[in-house]
């Protein structure tokens, strides 16, 4: 009893002991928090700031932050830039060896500060910061040096550092805005690629960087203890950032500097002790020229694609214009997307469009053609005739015709255009008003009759019967689906379909998206959302097994750059598979139709190919080789990102069909030479094809030209490519394309890697990984070889 007694009060004397330090700031090895409401934080000695689990507002989700602590709104000033937003129950431990560590209810690690050295104690500091010491009392790890959005004062900025903004206010994930110090010296702000991480042009400049002279260069973005924030320079000058405000000492106010969500730099300001509810005060703010009017081509992207940037508020305010709603209406700074379709189905002919008219609206770097001189009906009719057009700008005689996405969009009496949305007549989009002749004159009438229909008995019972008949029969529709045979497919999510469910989808298979080698993909329509239905020619002769396993392999793969199975049917004979539709059709159609693609929209696609077939290879838990990559195999969605389609169903076909009629799996054209060798494949045969597709992508042309007759140089598209770059005529490759030409470094660059990717001796082709790498300039791309040593010795 007395053993009993004394581990009761040795473990009570090290819990009082636990709460003692984090009282004091300091966090011994084995302390924990759990994300629940109410768990009590680790606090600073002073109480002002908080580490531990914030719950996001309205959402049981929780951020693993700093934050105040005294203040009402507990503003939080840090979090993990990776993965900051956790589930319920998840855990963050001081553990030696490994820092902090933050795992999910099930234990999986979602982040850690990964501190090499021993680890003997944290401290939630007076400064806002969390700092790691080691046994000797030595600083190892500190919050300061890994900020989020906010700095703090004393916090210092380093050659290199980067500030991100959030998402949105509800959303802690990496958003679309950067504060970065550049190694040379320059502060600057800009957006970025979220999908890539690739920084746009700066929407603002400190130029603090001196090229001719290094030590007049900026060296750290420096917030010192009163709130004041500057660049200190190499040979000790300053520049200031904000002004030395001795009003509001730091005794009484507290400081932060937030990179907002909407792209502007604001040193806020909030009384420690406030006498009511009261918000932090705007002191200083940058937003530089964030709307990009300024030189007009800036391309800082302050709003996502389709957005609009509003010119005349202080800071940037995007919208939505008649015609678009957001695609997260949860980011207003994000996507915005049709609120109709798109008008390029056959059969609509120009007397079925018409055009929303919004003036002073641009977006001053979509286009893809412009025509002048012409009127504005003669601009309304060429745009109705092209179905490429969605959007075409109007202004002095001038007609630019644009396609989605469009982006850098800008609002203001500056912008003397007028812009016109095409749409199809009937598909008026619902936020924009229908005008009637007397509409406003019969206004109040129609009000009176519609109260009058709100207090009649009748008209309530009859509304009552009908939700009575629709409670019936969604009740009814919700117990025919529960009672729907369970999917065999084991280990997904995915959507089982009757196949009678998806002949009324498709209308009977009415609307014929494509064909292709493993069957015909029709449009279809389930509740609300427009899929794609494939309709497999035939799997194995006994390949239930064999399709279920396929369709889990396919189901388990998540990346961007694929496009996303939703479902799937194993009735009978029949197999088909249920994909997102992708509204711009395949890259075949976009690369070789009447107007060249842009080449930004070009090189992106390429890039987000190598990204998705990289996944492919290496990333999924069973390496997939795709065996037939060409374009008519990629898909392009709304905004025109890259999505590869058919890949792992290579193996639900006999293994005697194929396109070529022999054993070989994949297009002329595109075929690895190893399929002809009796050699074995491997992922490298989808690399040939991609570096086919990359040459297509660059030059705008076919990977085989179609002859006539005779035989007519550059004929094939790789022999072309190689004698083109070897001669060191590029611009004859992409037939003299200024946009292509004017970016010359990556023309070659691209060139080079699509040359590397052709070579016949698979064994010199990069890996997807790699070639990913070299498209985005992270690696030095060499001079390739010949890529076809064996044909020139054979010849």
């Known amino acids: 009893m007395a053993l009993i007694l004394y581990f009761i009060l040795l473990t009570i004397l090290q819990t009082l002991s636990v709460v003692a330090q984090q009282r004091n700031g300091s966090i011994p090895l084995g302390a924990s928090l759990i994300a629940t409401e109410g768990a009590e934080p680790w606090l600073s000695p002073s109480g002002e700031f908080a580490f531990g689990f914030k719950q996001i507002q309205g959402k049981d989700i929780f951020v693993l932050s700093i934050s105040y602590a005294k203040i009402p709104d507990q503003t939080i000033i840090w979090y993990p830039q990776a993965n900051p937003m956790v589930s319920r129950g998840s855990k963050v431990e001081l553990i030696n060896g490994r820092g902090l560590v933050l795992n999910d ?4 690690l979602v982040w850690s500060s990964f501190s090499i050295s021993d680890v003997a104690y944290g401290v ?34 380093e050659l290199g550092g980067v500030i991100n903004s959030k998402l949105s206010e509800t959303n802690f994930s990496r958003g679309r805005f950067q504060l970065r110090l550049l190694p040379g010296g320059n502060l600057v702000l800009n957006s970025r690629d979220i999908a890539f991480d690739l920084p746009y042009a700066a929407y603002y400049d400190s130029k603090t960087d001196d090229p001719s002279n290094s030590s007049n260069s900026g060296s750290q973005l420096i917030f010192d203890a009163t709130g004041y924030m500057y660049i200190l320079r190499r040979n000790g000058q300053i520049n200031d950032l904000t002004v030395r405000n001795t009003a509001l000492s730091s005794d009484d106010y507290y400081y932060r500097a937030t990179l907002d969500s909407d792209g502007v730099l604001t040193l806020y300001t909030h009384p420690k002790n406030p006498t009511n509810n009261t918000s932090w005060d705007t002191k200083w703010f940058e937003r530089g020229n964030l709307c990009s009017y300024v030189g007009g081509y800036e391309d800082s992207r302050a709003c996502g694609f389709n957005n609009v940037c509003n010119l005349e508020t202080d800071r940037p305010n995007c919208e939505c214009a008649q015609g678009f709603s957001l695609l997260d209406p949860n980011d207003p700074n994000g996507d915005c997307k049709l609120d109709f379709t798109p008008s390029c189905d056959e059969g609509v002919s120009n007397e079925d469009l018409d055009f929303i008219e919004l003036i002073n609206v641009n977006w001053p770097m979509s286009d893809y053609m412009r025509i002048r001189p012409i009127d504005e009906q003669g601009c309304r009719n060429n745009c109705k005739e092209d179905c490429s057009c969605t959007v075409a700008i109007y202004n002095a005689n001038n007609c630019w015709k644009k396609q989605l996405p469009l982006f850098n969009g800008r609002k203001g009496r500056r912008e003397i255009s007028k812009a016109l949305v095409k749409f199809r007549k009937g598909e008026l989009p619902p936020h924009i008003p229908t005008k009637f002749p007397g509409e406003k004159k019969d206004q109040k009438t129609l009000i009176a009759i519609i109260s009058a229909l709100l207090g009649s008995s009748m008209f309530v019972s009859v509304v009552l019967t009908g939700v009575i008949c629709l409670g ?86 998540h990346h961007k750059n694929l496009v996303q199975l939703l479902g799937y049917c194993d009735e009978g004979d029949q197999r088909l598979l249920v994909y997102e539709y992708m509204s711009n059709g395949t ?86 030479p190893e399929w002809f060798r009796n050699t074995p494949v491997t992922i490298k045969v989808d690399v040939y094809s991609f570096g086919v597709l990359l040459l297509e992508i660059i030059s705008c042309r076919k990977s085989v030209k179609e002859v006539q007759s005779g035989v007519e140089y550059g004929a094939i598209l790789t022999d072309w490519a190689w004698d083109c770059y070897q001669e060191k005529n590029l611009d004859a490759f992409v037939e003299n394309d200024m946009e292509v030409i004017d970016d010359y470094k990556k023309l070659t660059t691209f060139a080079k890697v699509g040359l590397w990717c052709v070579q016949e001796n698979a064994s010199l082709r990069p890996t997807m990984r790699k070639v990913a790498q070299m498209l985005e300039g992270v690696i030095e791309v060499s001079e390739p070889p010949c890529p076809f040593p064996f044909s020139v010795i054979s010849s």
Request: net charge neutral; aromatic share 10%; with cysteine.
């Open 472 to 557: 019936f029969f969604i009740n009814n529709r919700k117990k025919a689906r529960d009672h729907r045979p369970s999917s065999k497919v084991v280990n997904t999510n995915l959507l089982h379909f009757t196949y009678q469910e998806l002949v009324e989808a498709t209308n009977v298979f009415k609307d014929e998206l494509g064909k292709g080698a493993f069957g015909i993909v029709y449009k279809g329509v389930i509740g609300t959302n427009i899929v794609a239905v494939k309709k497999l020619d035939r799997v194995f002769d006994d390949g239930e097994k064999e399709f279920q396993a396929e369709v889990n392999a396919i189901a388990r793969t």
């Open 105 to 108: 209810p099930q234990g999986r």
């Open 124 to 157: 939630m500091n007076n400064t806002g910061n969390f700092v790691l010491f080691d046994s000797n009392s030595s600083n190892i790890w500190e919050s300061f040096s890994y900020p989020a959005d906010t700095m703090l004062p004393t916090q210092v900025l």
């Open 587 to 672: 890259l075949a159609s976009f690369l070789f139709g009447d107007v060249r693609p842009s080449w930004k929209q070009r090189s992106d696609i390429a890039l987000g190919i190598a990204k998705g077939l990289s996944y492919l290879h290496e990333e999924c838990s069973t390496q997939v080789i795709h065996c037939d990559i060409k374009p008519q195999n990629i898909l392009l969605d709304d905004y025109y990102n890259a999505k590869i389609s058919d890949f792992g169903l290579a193996k639900l076909l006999m293994m005697n069909e194929s396109r070529t009629n022999t054993g070989i799996r994949g297009t002329k054209g595109y075929v690895a």
